[in-house]
């Protein structure tokens, strides 16, 4: 059997996920700081100084930069790669299941659970009637398609129709 996943993915799966947060939170705390220079110069201002109006618009502007780079940063990167590092984790200690079929064709890319993937047809038997179904077994994007060629059936390990390890029979 060629496993797709090894023990390592999970652990630089984490690491990014976690220089992503250091980031975020280097960026926040700059903010922060920011945000309380601006105070104490406000508060430092003689009452009623036209350079209030200044500091209060220089606050709000801080503010909206900081939101503009936290919405797309945390809903891009760290949600693909939070979404990433749950998919391996349930890789790790999720119920797998094993079967063999003919590969019947490739689909084009889907996300599925916030992971891309790629879509792998395989063609099923029905027990209850006599025609062929398909199933549609997830290959993560990340990874190398497998060298799998129509007609040639496939066993292969699943975990929540993501497929974690195959083998090419003759």
């Known amino acids: 059997m060629t496993d797709i996943y090894q023990d390592s993915d999970l652990f630089n799966a984490v ?47 801080w503010t909206a930069l900081f939101i503009a780079f936290s919405f797309p940063y945390l809903g891009i990167s760290y949600k693909r790669c939070h979404a990433y590092v749950k998919m391996l984790r349930f890789i ?9 079929a003919p590969f019947a064709g490739i689909d084009d890319w889907t996300t599925h659970d916030g992971v891309d993937v790629n879509v792998a047809r395989f063609s099923v038997p029905n027990r209850k009637r006599e025609e062929e179904m398909e199933r549609q077994v997830f290959v993560d994007g990340e990874k190398d398609f497998p060298p799998f060629e129509e007609g040639h059936s496939v066993r292969f390990i699943t975990q929540g129709n993501l497929l974690v390890s195959y083998e090419i029979l003759d």
């Open 15 to 61: 690491k990014q996920q976690r220089r992503i947060l250091a980031v975020y939170f280097a960026v926040l705390a700059l903010f922060l700081a920011g945000l309380a220079a601006m105070l104490t110069v406000y508060l430092l201002l003689p009452y009623g100084s036209p350079n209030g109006t200044w500091v209060i618009v220089a606050t709000g502007v």
């Open 92 to 100: 790790s200690v999720g119920l797998k299941e094993c079967m063999t």
